[in-house]
């Protein structure tokens, strides 16, 4: 009749653990179709709101930064949308995800599980729209820009993976300081617009003054951004030291992120 | 199911700093970020319940029933002590089992059912005996935002019962929003499962109908186990210091 193998359980100070986390992917599979499911539903023009967004600002940008702005790059639009997806899905996941505990306070009162399912499973819904996106970006890129395939192409899922790490590490003490502070829904948006601004996003990190790159580069986002273009748009295979420190400071968020989270996420069923 | 010395406290917050302005403030100022009074709800809760057993968690309002029912649950955890379960458990501790209110009745059971662990198929498997169960008709196909509340419990316990199938029952007063009829089916339901070797307990006023499903009751008062035993002696105990 039981069909969860294991089904012993003891709760005492212990928690659950990262592996643990395995059992819950069907609840977290479900958890995403149904984020998807709620979000486009009653809508007139449905899954294709996920395209037109991004496409729309896409379009945007391109005519002010091309034609007004003039940012010094040929084929902007191939430039722009090398990258402009990735920002897409992180701002998106840290907006749609901060407030996912509490979102889930009924769920979170009712069962047991690992809060870490609901934060995952976020970032997922995110980078089902990702994907979708992507897979445009990367067509219009190779055909019209590259007309053909570089080489550098493969290192695209690696860099996807440091995303996904960074994304995550990035959102858990976002989304377990919101239980505790209303700050987080006056602090966040303005948070993401200065990271777009001093993040390349619409410009190329090239443009950074020599005298301040370094710092500039200590923003891990500047990191992956940069890693994007030089993969989709330049063709090329980016240096080792940046490909290996932004996936280190992506590893880096992940951990400090994780134990924050771990710290706090025992209360969060009793504040919810 | 097995509970060692269990301690859940919960603080009372005189003051408690919910903005950054005001930590910068108390930090530079040094005063203390938090000030909290430990106020005890549970403590020294013993309890082993053997499978297949019916308890009734009885006592007043406030005297920490639902707190048992969320640690049996694993949904608090325990200040101090062991809470230990053997086998898979459901819980019906509010109105609702965290249905999403955007979501129609029938996807809401797919959810429960893969939050429970059940695989895709399990759930559509059972998915007719829950509908079955719950009556609800066509409004299984409308969002649960439209349910009344009796609905929802209706809802509730079908899937608790029914779709996760669970060997430990947990539930909170659920029955007293549903109708006379359907409340009269839960029970019937309830005493099938007690046959079948069900772990049930339940936390409920209506010490009458308790009769046929737990054998064994145990009040609490202010958070501490007043008295552990047989339902009706337990029962009656309870009503003449209530009276």
């Known amino acids: 009749m039981s069909s969860a193998g294991a089904t012993v359980r003891a709760s005492s100070a212990r ?3 990262l592996p643990d986390l395995w059992r819950y992917r069907g ?4 958890l995403v179709v149904r984020d998807l499911k709620v979000k486009y539903q009653r809508s007139l023009f449905g899954f294709l709101w996920t395209l037109l967004n991004p496409l729309l600002t896409v379009g945007l940008l391109v005519v002010v930064f091309q034609h007004i702005v003039r940012i010094p790059v040929p084929d902007y639009w191939a430039f722009l949308i090398s990258g402009y997806f990735v920002w897409n899905f992180l701002t998106q996941s840290l907006s749609s995800g901060a407030y996912i505990i509490a ?3 009924a769920l979170r009162r009712s069962v047991a599980f690992p809060s870490e399912v609901l934060v995952i499973s976020a970032v997922v819904s995110r980078l089902v729209e990702f994907m979708l996106e992507m897979s445009l970006a990367l067509l219009a890129i190779t ?8 080489a550098s192409l493969l290192l695209l899922p690696v860099l996807v993976v440091i995303q996904l790490v960074m994304t995550v590490g990035l959102l858990m003490p976002i989304a377990a300081a919101s239980v505790f502070y209303t700050d987080v829904q006056h602090a966040l948006p303005i948070a993401l617009l200065s990271l777009f601004y001093i993040s390349p996003v619409f410009y190329p990190a090239t443009m950074v003054p020599e005298a301040v790159r370094q710092l500039y580069f200590v923003n891990p986002v500047a990191g992956l951004m940069t890693l994007f273009h030089t993969v989709l748009y330049e063709g090329r295979v980016p240096s080792f030291p940046l490909l290996a420190g932004t996936a280190a400071a992506a590893c880096a968020l992940f951990v400090v992120g994780y134990v924050i989270f771990k710290r706090y996420s025992p209360t969060f069923a009793e504040l919810v | 199911m097995l509970c060692r010395g269990v301690e859940k406290r919960f603080h009372h917050y005189e003051h408690r700093t919910t903005s950054l302005r005001e930590l910068f403030i ?6 203390p970020i938090t000030v909290r009074r430990a106020v005890f709800t549970l403590r020294d809760f013993d309890l082993r319940v053997e499978r297949g057993e019916g308890v009734a968690l009885i006592g007043d309002n406030g005297c920490g029933k639902s707190t048992a029912l969320r640690l049996i649950a694993g949904v608090y955890r325990p200040t101090a002590g062991l809470v230990e379960t053997n086998g898979r458990l459901a819980a019906v501790i509010e109105l609702g089992v ?3 209110p955007e979501l129609t009745g029938v996807e809401n059971v797919g959810l429960y059912g893969a939050v429970m662990g059940l695989s895709r198929r399990e759930v559509a498997a059972r998915r007719e005996e829950v509908e079955d169960f719950a009556e609800l008709g066509d409004f299984m196909r409308e969002p649960v935002k439209f349910y009344s509340s009796g609905m929802q419990a209706r809802l509730a316990f079908a899937v608790a019962v029914v779709c996760a199938s669970p060997e430990i029952l947990l539930l909170d007063e ?3 929003v549903g109708d006379a009829g359907f409340q009269h089916k839960c029970r019937e339901r309830l005493r099938l499962l007690h046959e079948q070797g069900v772990t049930i307990i339940t936390v409920s006023h ?15 008062e202010h958070g501490a186990m007043r008295m552990d035993g047989d339902l009706a002696t337990v029962v009656d105990a309870y009503r003449a210091a209530s009276a």
């Open chain 2, 174 to 176: 659920v029955l007293a």
């Open chain 1, 27 to 30: 609840m977290m599979w479900s």
């Open chain 1, 143 to 150: 055909v019209f820009h590259h007309h053909g395939a570089p």
């Open chain 2, 26 to 31: 108390r930090v530079a100022r040094r005063r």
């Open chain 2, 206 to 220: 209506d010490l009458d109908s308790l009769g046929d499903i737990c054998r064994r009751a145990v009040w609490l």
């Open chain 1, 103 to 105: 979102s889930h306070g």
């Open chain 2, 98 to 100: 965290g249905f999403h």
């Open chain 1, 15 to 17: 928690g659950y653990r």
